[in-house]
């Protein structure tokens, strides 16, 4: 089975998705600033919730980005929840910060809502127009599982009898289940 590429935007996403994981596994360390905070439903974190809830975040965007660059099917989950996250995020923080924002943050502001609906939202409607590509598992993870013959199973069933081993003695299983 040959996988499909996952494509320029998507691969993109992918990598615009773990810069902002590893910046939020660093929110703690206020890198940039005082006013460095993870923002939550509109609010700027810190101190303690901060430290807690940034890194955690940050974790969750990593497995997201990890699952988009390897076309994994929980990432699409992950986009619907991450895109939501998003618009509510955005909508509370602007409705908080409104009054005291000058011209200069409101087109900051603007450009940053569109870029961060573009790739969350843009990102999940790529990730579900593929969603027949994206794979549960690589087959390298697959495991094979090899039952024995019946003959097999009667000799297991004599062992069971006489040494207490456990194993399922043959008559026990259904006559439609074929074992080669």
Same mark, same amino acid.
């Given at each position: 089975?040959?996988?499909?590429? !996952?494509?320029?935007?998507?691969? @993109?996403?992918?990598?615009? @998705?773990?810069?902002?994981?590893?910046?939020?596994?660093?929110?703690?360390?206020?890198?940039?600033?005082? $006013?460095?905070?993870?923002?939550? =439903?509109?609010? !700027?974190?810190?101190? *303690?919730?901060?430290?807690?809830?940034?890194?955690?975040?940050?974790?969750?965007?990593?497995?997201?980005?990890?699952? /988009?660059? !390897?076309?994994?099917?929980?990432?699409?989950?992950?986009?619907?929840?991450?895109?939501?996250?998003?618009? =509510?995020?955005?909508?509370? +923080?602007?409705?908080? $910060?409104?009054?005291?924002?000058?011209? !200069?943050?409101?087109? +900051?502001?603007?450009?940053?809502?569109?870029?961060? /609906?573009? =790739?969350?939202?843009?990102?999940?409607?790529?990730?579900?127009?593929?969603?027949? *590509?994206? %794979?549960? %598992?690589?087959? %390298?993870?697959?495991? *094979? /599982?090899?039952?024995? $013959?019946?003959?097999?199973?009667?000799?297991?069933? %004599?062992?069971?009898?006489? $040494?207490?081993?456990?194993?399922?003695?043959?008559?026990?299983?259904?006559?439609? +289940?074929?074992?080669?």
């Amino acid at each position: 089975m040959t996988e499909r590429p !996952r494509g320029l935007l998507l691969s @993109l996403a992918a990598v615009l @998705l773990a810069i902002l994981a590893v910046s939020n596994l660093l929110k703690p360390c206020k890198l940039w600033g005082e $006013h460095t905070g993870f923002v939550l =439903v509109g609010h !700027r974190l810190d101190g *303690t919730a901060n430290a807690i809830v940034g890194p955690l975040f940050g974790l969750y965007l990593l497995v997201y980005a990890l699952g /988009i660059g !390897r076309q994994k099917r929980c990432a699409l989950p992950m986009a619907y929840a991450y895109a939501a996250y998003v618009m =509510v995020n955005l909508v509370r +923080f602007i409705a908080s $910060h409104a009054a005291s924002s000058g011209e !200069r943050n409101v087109l +900051f502001g603007l450009v940053y809502a569109l870029v961060a /609906i573009g =790739v969350s939202s843009g990102t999940a409607l790529l990730l579900t127009k593929r969603r027949a *590509t994206l %794979s549960e %598992s690589s087959p %390298s993870n697959q495991k *094979t /599982i090899t039952l024995p $013959h019946p003959e097999r199973l009667a000799v297991l069933s %004599s062992i069971q009898r006489d $040494h207490s081993v456990g194993f399922l003695p043959a008559k026990s299983l259904p006559q439609s +289940f074929a074992l080669r």
